[in-house]
């Protein structure tokens, strides 16, 4: 019966090695840009969404008054 042995080269120390070869376990990433866009970038209209901005922005506006009436109700209730 024979037995194998996994034989693994020695570890180098990471001292000298960048992220990117830690990661991906190359020395180099070439990064890259293909011409496709996303379904978001596609479809923006922004007339709907200067319109859902400031929707969006009037009910802050009334979120952060009804805060400030609470919180003035709660410091009168204290006194």
């Known amino acids: ?17 960048t992220p990117i070869l830690l990661t991906y376990g190359i020395e180099a990433v070439i990064l890259i840009e293909i011409g496709c866009f996303s ?3 596609l479809h923006l209209s922004l007339k709907e969404n200067e319109i859902k901005l400031k929707t969006n922005l009037d009910i802050a506006k009334k979120a952060q008054l009804d805060a ?12």
């Open 1 to 17: 019966m024979k037995s194998y042995r996994l034989i693994r080269p020695p570890r180098k120390p990471f001292i000298l090695e």
């Open 39 to 41: 379904n978001r970038v």
């Open 68 to 79: 400030t009436i609470r919180n003035g109700a709660s410091r009168r209730r204290e006194i």
